[in-house]
């Protein structure tokens, strides 16, 4: 008999379950976890999913947990600042730089950086030994000896016991940076600061010791070299010190992110097919769940209104204040509020699909993108780091040939230093810290930023080519006239026949012909055969006759476009209409003219966009008169009309090829190629998803505004960029003949290797409060 028998005979009323959370068989016991719901106990493996289950029992109890989908890999993907290329599963350091990885996303609930914490206490050992190593060594310049007191060559020995656990506990961390650097020849700032440190300290170890190893003539009176314990001590304390200011400046530029994400509340109430309602956690809401939303309260999801009438206020998304009319049939937006009314909703995009999550997506994932000058910081970085080390090693040996006796102090003193001081770890931050910051800056403002090249792309644009649409235009056109053009078919008919095969459309302007049908309570007939014919219109079979909506051509009928049909058209064009002509296989039956409200703003937004340096060309699909007479309203300077998708790219290549640097702002289908081909694509957030997911800057508010937004913040952005570089490289080229002591004739002193940490950290902590600075743009 097996032992499984055995059991079951010696134990005949134990049974196993499983659990409702994660899966697992449960040995039920008296000391199970369990509770009922439903008439029906349920068993857990631990306190975490009997908890799971407390918190929402009627998604587990009904088994809806098991329709999320199942990933066999859930970690988290890291990334290295400095190179995004680089990504992995889990944490780690970057094989090339050596630094920590970082999460490729950011949640609400994300705890602070653990390289923050470790770092953090290594900074402080390192102070709390460096405090009484500096006094140690520099006490006498104040009118405190505490060498004298404490005793030649004991004091050696104290500073040795001082030193060492910051240089072989603390600055482990570093060490590993640097050998990896220098093993993968990827030589940084990390090779000199292990290069100007391990010199230091084990040219002190040495000289504590084994001092019989050096000539007497550096010998100082207590028989032992002088050493620099305390130099190799302050300086890994000087780079922490820059190391945490980088790591708490990189946590705040994600607090726009965090922002973003604490609009979505933490539970949704959900509401059962027995109408009874409960708070479940927002995770365990899924696509087709039905939610209330009660007044002053966020919208969880994406979603639909199934029931009820109120005002949201879609200020996240739009910039704009005014709240917004839903009800039945209406889309809402997960993290907008709910005004005045309670609404019953059905969830349609959830977790990662929601708007929200992808607007953190698109800037987390701009923040750890390279703009194309930091190629030239990448490129210097790589000859600097050897030709620095080149100058410290010859640095070294003028020194000791022909500097003053003892020469070889003055040798290690010199080498160090200029390892230490042109560490170019601001020249790594230079780029990334701005980018970053940017970025963060651009979400507060409803600007977000796909990667690093499209803002410093924007930054160099001289002309903006837009769509009327949705763009300069409010994209909520209305129907003003229908005209008959067959005697037999009424205004009703035709609107009818139009609004039918409307319904399968997305065009905004198809939405009004929809909503004018719908105003007449107008019974629309199911259109069967739809098709789009792009930049032409749209045709169906209605009740089994072919009609179409747009252009006659597609039916081959121009010829049967009259002189008065024309004269119609024009007049109502040149008032800013955009005309249909509505046509059966055969003949055609009516047009119907829509005007679309120019946006509030827009005429000042061009005004804008001209003091910036750009020029503005409109490219629409409508016809020259209605474009002619947008254009002039509110100020463009050139507008090309009846433009195909492919008709608006080769406007974007014409242009560009004339050496110009174009942008293109659009919210359309037909606008995705034209975006896509431009040298900075602009989507409208409110517009389709192929136009976001085209464009390397999409502008929430959706209007003009939201364009000038982008160019300044490109603007500042690249001459913040431009700033640090210079903090970076002044520091540099000023700091490494200083280091190697070209100025020793005239003051008669080197620098010290403390100092030259000092200014190492210094140029850093520069760098990073330059680009915090950005934090405070206005827009």
């Given at each position: 008999?097996?032992?499984?028998?055995?059991?079951?005979?010696?134990?005949?009323?134990?049974?196993?379950?499983?659990?409702?959370?994660?899966?697992?068989?449960?040995?039920?016991?008296?000391?199970?976890?369990?509770?009922?719901?439903?008439?029906?106990?349920?068993?857990?493996?631990?306190?975490?999913?009997?908890?799971?289950?407390?918190?929402?029992?009627?998604?587990?109890?009904?088994?809806?947990?098991?329709?999320?989908?199942?990933?066999?890999?859930?970690?988290?993907?890291?990334?290295?600042?400095?190179?995004?290329?680089?990504?992995?599963?889990?944490?780690?350091?970057?094989?090339?730089?050596?630094?920590?990885?970082?999460?490729?996303?950011?949640?609400?609930?994300?705890?602070?950086?653990?390289?923050?914490?470790?770092?953090?206490?290594?900074?402080?050992?390192?102070?709390?030994?460096?405090?009484?190593?500096?006094?140690?060594?520099?006490?006498?310049?104040?009118?405190?000896?505490?060498?004298?007191?404490?005793?030649?060559?004991?004091?050696?020995?104290?500073?040795?016991?001082?030193?060492?656990?910051?240089?072989?506990?603390?600055?482990?961390?570093?060490?590993?940076?640097?050998?990896?650097?220098?093993?993968?020849?990827?030589?940084?700032?990390?090779?000199?600061?292990?290069?100007?440190?391990?010199?230091?300290?084990?040219?002190?170890?040495?000289?504590?010791?084994?001092?019989?190893?050096?000539?007497?003539?550096?010998?100082?009176?207590?028989?032992?070299p002088q050493v620099y314990y305390e130099a190799a001590a302050v300086i890994l304390a000087l780079v922490f010190m820059g190391q945490v200011l980088e790591l708490r400046a990189r946590e705040r530029t994600a607090d726009a992110i965090r922002a973003l994400l604490d609009l979505a509340p933490k539970t949704a109430r959900r509401v059962l097919p027995n109408d009874m309602e409960y708070d479940a956690p927002l995770e365990n809401i899924l696509q087709g769940d039905r939610l209330r939303v009660r007044p002053g309260e966020a919208i969880p999801v994406d979603a639909k209104v199934v029931d009820g009438n109120s005002y949201v206020d879609e200020s996240m998304i739009t910039g704009e204040p005014i709240t917004l009319a839903k009800s039945n049939g209406d889309s809402v937006t997960g993290g907008t509020i709910n005004k005045n009314g309670t609404l019953i909703i059905e969830a349609t995009n959830v977790g990662a699909d929601t708007m929200l999550s992808k607007i953190v997506t698109m800037v987390s994932s701009a923040q750890r993108s390279k703009a194309p000058i930091q190629g030239l910081a990448d490129t210097v970085a790589s000859y600097f780091v050897p030709a620095v080390v080149g100058i410290s090693i010859l640095s070294f040996f003028i020194w000791l040939f022909v500097g003053p006796t003892p020469s070889?102090?003055?040798?290690?003193?010199?080498?160090?230093?200029?390892?230490?001081?042109?560490?170019?770890?601001?020249?790594?931050?230079?780029?990334?810290?701005?980018?970053?910051?940017?970025?963060?800056?651009?979400?507060?403002?409803?600007?977000?930023?796909?990667?690093?090249?499209?803002?410093?792309?924007?930054?160099?644009?001289?002309?903006?080519?837009?769509?009327?649409?949705?763009?300069?235009?409010?994209?909520?056109?209305?129907?003003?006239?229908?005209?008959?053009?067959?005697?037999?078919?009424?205004?009703?008919?035709?609107?009818?026949?139009?609004?039918?095969?409307?319904?399968?459309?997305?065009?905004?302007?198809?939405?009004?012909?929809?909503?004018?049908?719908?105003?007449?309570?107008?019974?629309?007939?199911?259109?069967?055969?739809?098709?789009?014919?792009?930049?032409?219109?749209?045709?169906?079979?209605?009740?089994?006759?072919?009609?179409?909506?747009?252009?006659?051509?597609?039916?081959?009928?121009?010829?049967?476009?009259?002189?008065?049909?024309?004269?119609?058209?024009?007049?109502?064009?040149?008032?800013?209409?955009?005309?249909?002509?509505?046509?059966?296989?055969?003949?055609?039956?009516?047009?119907?003219?829509?005007?679309?409200?120019?946006?509030?703003?827009?005429?000042?937004?061009?005004?804008?966009?001209?003091?910036?340096?750009?020029?503005?060309?409109?490219?629409?699909?409508?016809?020259?008169?209605?474009?002619?007479?947008?254009?002039?309203?509110?100020?463009?300077?050139?507008?090309?009309?009846?433009?195909?998708?492919?008709?608006?790219?080769?406007?974007?290549?014409?242009?560009?090829?004339?050496?110009?640097?174009?942008?293109?702002?659009?919210?359309?289908?037909?606008?995705?190629?034209?975006?896509?081909?431009?040298?900075?694509?602009?989507?409208?957030?409110?517009?389709?998803?192929?136009?976001?997911?085209?464009?390397?800057?999409?502008?929430?508010?959706?209007?003009?505004?939201?364009?000038?937004?982008?160019?300044?913040?490109?603007?500042?952005?690249?001459?913040?960029?431009?700033?640090?570089?210079?903090?970076?490289?002044?520091?540099?080229?000023?700091?490494?003949?200083?280091?190697?002591?070209?100025?020793?004739?005239?003051?008669?002193?080197?620098?010290?290797?403390?100092?030259?940490?000092?200014?190492?950290?210094?140029?850093?902590?520069?760098?990073?409060?330059?680009?915090?600075?950005?934090?405070?743009?206005?827009?």
């Amino acid at each position: 008999m097996d032992k499984k028998s055995e059991a079951e005979q010696s134990n005949p009323s134990q049974q196993s379950e499983i659990d409702p959370v994660c899966g697992m068989q449960v040995d039920v016991i008296e000391d199970t976890l369990s509770t009922d719901f439903d008439g029906k106990t349920f068993h857990f493996c631990s306190p975490k999913c009997f908890n799971k289950f407390d918190a929402d029992p009627w998604f587990y109890a009904s088994g809806s947990n098991q329709k999320i989908e199942k990933s066999s890999d859930h970690e988290q993907e890291y990334t290295c600042s400095m190179h995004p290329e680089i990504v992995q599963k889990g944490p780690g350091e970057c094989p090339i730089c050596g630094m920590a990885l970082e999460p490729t996303s950011v949640s609400a609930n994300d705890e602070p950086s653990h390289e923050l914490i470790d770092f953090t206490r290594r900074f402080w050992l390192s102070i709390i030994c460096s405090i009484p190593l500096l006094a140690i060594t520099m006490g006498s310049l104040i009118g405190l000896p505490f060498r004298s007191w404490i005793g030649e060559p004991t004091v050696i020995y104290v500073e040795f016991v001082l030193a060492t656990p910051v240089v072989l506990w603390a600055g482990i961390p570093l060490f590993k940076r640097g050998i990896k650097s220098i093993v993968t020849w990827n030589l940084n700032m990390w090779t000199l600061i292990t290069l100007g440190v391990g010199a230091a300290y084990l040219y002190s170890i040495v000289a504590t010791f084994l001092p019989s190893l050096f000539p007497e003539s550096i010998n100082s009176g207590s028989g032992h070299p002088q050493v620099y314990y305390e130099a190799a001590a302050v300086i890994l304390a000087l780079v922490f010190m820059g190391q945490v200011l980088e790591l708490r400046a990189r946590e705040r530029t994600a607090d726009a992110i965090r922002a973003l994400l604490d609009l979505a509340p933490k539970t949704a109430r959900r509401v059962l097919p027995n109408d009874m309602e409960y708070d479940a956690p927002l995770e365990n809401i899924l696509q087709g769940d039905r939610l209330r939303v009660r007044p002053g309260e966020a919208i969880p999801v994406d979603a639909k209104v199934v029931d009820g009438n109120s005002y949201v206020d879609e200020s996240m998304i739009t910039g704009e204040p005014i709240t917004l009319a839903k009800s039945n049939g209406d889309s809402v937006t997960g993290g907008t509020i709910n005004k005045n009314g309670t609404l019953i909703i059905e969830a349609t995009n959830v977790g990662a699909d929601t708007m929200l999550s992808k607007i953190v997506t698109m800037v987390s994932s701009a923040q750890r993108s390279k703009a194309p000058i930091q190629g030239l910081a990448d490129t210097v970085a790589s000859y600097f780091v050897p030709a620095v080390v080149g100058i410290s090693i010859l640095s070294f040996f003028i020194w000791l040939f022909v500097g003053p006796t003892p020469s070889f102090p003055y040798a290690i003193i010199a080498a160090v230093s200029v390892l230490i001081i042109a560490c170019p770890c601001a020249l790594g931050l230079a780029t990334p810290m701005s980018i970053m910051t940017a970025s963060g800056r651009g979400a507060q403002a409803g600007v977000l930023i796909k990667d690093a090249t499209a803002l410093e792309l924007m930054s160099k644009i001289d002309t903006l080519i837009v769509d009327k649409t949705g763009t300069i235009t409010e994209g909520k056109p209305s129907v003003t006239m229908i005209k008959i053009l067959s005697p037999y078919h009424s205004e009703d008919r035709i609107l009818q026949i139009a609004a039918a095969i409307e319904k399968g459309s997305e065009h905004p302007l198809a939405e009004a012909i929809v909503a004018a049908a719908s105003a007449r309570s107008l019974q629309l007939p199911s259109p069967q055969d739809f098709k789009a014919h792009t930049g032409r219109g749209v045709t169906a079979l209605i009740e089994g006759k072919a009609y179409a909506v747009g252009n006659p051509t597609i039916f081959g009928l121009t010829d049967k476009i009259t002189p008065e049909m024309q004269s119609e058209q024009k007049s109502l064009s040149s008032q800013g209409n955009t005309t249909f002509y509505i046509s059966s296989s055969t003949k055609i039956i009516g047009l119907i003219a829509i005007s679309d409200p120019i946006k509030s703003n827009a005429i000042e937004a061009i005004k804008q966009l001209h003091s910036l340096g750009i020029k503005v060309i409109m490219a629409t699909g409508d016809n020259a008169l209605t474009a002619k007479a947008v254009a002039d309203k509110v100020g463009i300077d050139e507008f090309k009309a009846e433009a195909l998708p492919e008709d608006k790219k080769k406007l974007v290549d014409q242009i560009r090829a004339t050496g110009a640097k174009v942008a293109m702002a659009g919210d359309g289908v037909n606008d995705a190629p034209a975006l896509a081909s431009a040298d900075v694509g602009l989507a409208m957030g409110t517009g389709a998803d192929v136009a976001v997911e085209s464009a390397g800057i999409t502008l929430l508010q959706g209007d003009l505004t939201g364009i000038v937004r982008a160019r300044k913040l490109a603007i500042a952005s690249l001459r913040n960029i431009r700033q640090n570089l210079f903090l970076a490289f002044v520091y540099n080229t000023a700091g490494v003949p200083i280091a190697a002591g070209i100025l020793y004739p005239f003051t008669g002193a080197l620098l010290s290797p403390m100092l030259a940490a000092l200014a190492m950290s210094l140029s850093s902590f520069c760098v990073v409060m330059n680009s915090l600075r950005l934090r405070r743009l206005k827009l």
